[in-house]
């Protein structure tokens, strides 16, 4: 059982910059690929990037790619969503998710094949 817990969320301006943690629980977190998805008002839950188990690794969907890094320091079982240049469009409520590594999961966008969510932290970008 791992659980995850969202931080950093918070308002900011149109072309700041906010990192988010995941911070997880269980001494196996190395061993669990991570996904940052994201949920706007009346919208379904949307991926942003993934990171594989080791950290070498990373996948980013377009809209958010030069803008967002994903990163994790397996010592402090915390995974990473740096984001720059934010704008309004990017307004939601964040949330990381975790899934064993293996053969058929693999840095996947799909919320369906991840097994544990956080609560989600709320980003606010204003113009």
């Known amino acids: 059982q791992v659980q995850l817990v969202e931080s950093g969320g918070g308002l900011v301006q149109a072309g700041g910059s906010l990192r988010l943690s995941c911070a997880a629980s269980g001494r196996m977190f190395r061993l669990y690929g991570m996904g940052w998805f994201r949920q706007a008002p009346g919208n379904e839950r949307k991926f942003v990037g993934a990171i594989s188990a080791s950290g070498v690794s990373t996948h980013y969907v377009d809209s958010v790619k030069g803008r967002v890094t994903i990163s994790r320091d397996n010592a402090k079982n915390t995974v990473y969503l740096q984001m720059n240049s934010l704008n309004p469009e990017d307004t939601a409520v964040y949330y990381c998710?975790?899934?064993?590594?293996?053969?058929?999961?693999?840095?996947?966008?799909?919320?369906?094949?991840?097994?544990?969510w956080g609560q989600g932290t709320q980003v606010t970008v204003s113009s």
């Open positions: 998710a975790a899934a064993l590594e293996s053969s058929s999961f693999y840095l996947s966008s799909n919320a369906y094949e991840y097994d544990y």
